[in-house]
């Protein structure tokens, strides 16, 4: 229903764009006008007035109208598709809080939002933001909280409400972020200048502490604690293996999952 709905802007946009492109073509050509009229009337004056409807000039009107094609399909489709997400999501799908998921509702709803955000339509339209703030204000949309300078990419997810990243964090492509797991939903946090790296995933309510990065292929299960500044790569044993700490700058220390003395330019 939701695609069905996303083709209604598509199909008005190519309307008024083909009014458009006819409208000029006919104030270039004003005797494919003369034919258009006269042709209703006295069919037998269509050859006489014939050379303004020309297929050269036809061209003007085709050409352009397919050209638009693929950007119509691409901006118009994807967003309207992407907007109508969001509608489903604040107006049914409603909030998702940590805790067990109870009842059939609770398990439709996750159904519903994956199934709305795994589709073709919704990947190839965030595929176009990616690395851009634009991407993380559509992330916003659906009730993630991001903050400024995140360099941004495609990830997966259902319940956003319950993602919360903090600034200059480092996305790799295809990062799997699950925040419920044998019926339960827990947050998941990205603390500063964490990187998740390619294939990652991150599993109900694991804290990736501020300047860990977690290598391509890493998962980090939900018992797992992680220390900041410090570089995670793969997966062994069900757990994540700690490779080394990142050196760190003078004057910074480590207080829990937080990196002290470190200055706000950085």
């Not at 604040?90 to 996750?110: A, N, S, T, Y």
């Not at 797991?181 to 309510?205: F, K, T, Y």
């Not at 990065?213 to 069900?238: I, K, N």
């Amino acid at each position: 229903l939701v695609e069905a709905l996303a083709e209604v802007p598509v199909a008005v946009t190519m309307h008024f764009l083909w009014q458009w492109l006819s409208h000029r073509f006919v104030s270039k050509h004003p005797t494919a006008a003369l034919v258009k009229t006269t042709n209703q009337h006295k069919h037998n004056k269509f050859h006489m007035y014939g050379h303004g409807y020309t297929l050269e000039g036809k061209q003007d009107v085709l050409y352009p109208f397919l050209l638009s094609i693929p950007w119509i399909m691409t901006f118009i489709h994807g967003g309207a598709y992407f907007l109508l997400v969001v509608v489903v999501k604040k107006l049914l799908i409603g909030r998702f809080e940590p805790g067990p998921v109870q009842g059939d509702w609770d398990v439709f709803r996750r159904w519903l939002l994956e199934r709305l955000t795994t589709t073709a339509t919704y990947s190839h339209f965030m595929d176009l933001w990616v690395n851009t703030e634009v991407l993380a204000c559509w992330y916003r949309l659906l009730g993630a909280r991001i903050e400024p300078r995140v360099n941004m990419d495609f990830f997966g997810a259902v319940e956003f409400d319950l993602l919360s990243i903090e600034r200059d964090v480092v996305f790799g492509s295809s990062v799997m972020l699950v925040t419920t797991w044998n019926g339960e939903s827990r947050p998941i946090s990205l603390q500063r200048s964490a990187c998740i790296l390619d294939h990652s995933c991150v599993m109900p309510g694991v804290t990736v502490p501020e300047g860990a990065l977690l290598g391509s292929f890493t998962v980090v299960p939900s018992h797992q604690e992680l220390d900041a500044m410090t570089v995670y790569m793969g997966c062994e044993a069900g757990s994540a293996v700690r490779l080394f700490q990142r050196p760190l700058l003078p004057g910074e220390r480590i207080v829990g999952t937080r990196v002290t003395g470190r200055s706000e330019e950085f």
